[in-house]
């Protein structure tokens, strides 16, 4: 069994911005692959599903950003899961936009809703970094961050997150390399 939780914030004010491209994610995946209705657990939102006969549950933590790391340390308890079974799907300032990447353990690079979850399960789970590219700036990066995408990026972001669920099956089989380059290849094709 794995868990994975896609990073955003709760509420209709929230759903189109880039901060939010984990929860885009998470119910990209939920949809394609036929997973049971989302139901209120662990602080959040729960679908339970398979992938490649993996069973998978999906989080959205209704936690807010800041504070992901206590939905996923709940679900993570309640199923008894070690922090290698979890893979955490966010937004990532330094990727270009509309590449992934995967990694396993590191640093947070003042991601709070990393952070949060580093300070409740440790540090060594799976990371699909989305990348929103970085405004320029230091300054500016809050207002991107929360910023909606824009109408241009649209049809991008609906590659980008086809790509992800179409390619899903090889997270299931922890094969994060095939993982990213077959979502590269989907994203240039």
């Known amino acids: 069994m794995q868990l994975w ?15 939010n491209v984990g929860f885009m994610a998470a119910d990209a995946i939920a949809e394609v692959h036929r997973f049971d209705p989302w139901r209120v ?3 959040g939102w729960a679908a339970e599903g398979r992938i490649a006969g993996e069973k998978i549950i999906l989080l959205k933590p209704a936690t807010f950003m800041n504070e992901s790391g206590r939905s ?4 993570l308890r309640f199923y008894k899961l070690a922090v ?5 799907f966010h937004d990532e300032l330094d990727l270009a936009p509309f590449k992934v990447k995967v990694k396993t353990g590191g640093g947070t690079a003042g991601h709070n809703g990393l952070r949060s ?10 990371r699909v970094r989305i990348g929103i590219g970085h405004p320029g700036h230091k300054d500016r990066v809050t207002g991107y961050v929360l910023g909606n995408y824009a109408k241009a990026e649209i049809d991008p972001l609906a590659d980008l997150l086809g790509a992800i669920t179409s ?3 090889w997270l299931a ?11 590269a290849l989907r994203l240039t094709n």
């Open 117 to 126: 979850t580093d300070a409740h399960i440790g540090n060594e789970f799976r």
């Open 5 to 19: 939780v896609g990073l955003g914030n709760p509420g209709a004010s929230y759903a189109m911005q880039r901060h």
């Open 167 to 169: 390619e899903a099956e």
């Open 72 to 75: 996923v340390g709940e679900a």
């Open 41 to 43: 657990r662990f602080q």
């Open 173 to 183: 089989k922890d094969d994060n390399v095939r993982f990213m380059n077959d979502v």
């Open 84 to 88: 290698g079974d979890v893979t955490i």
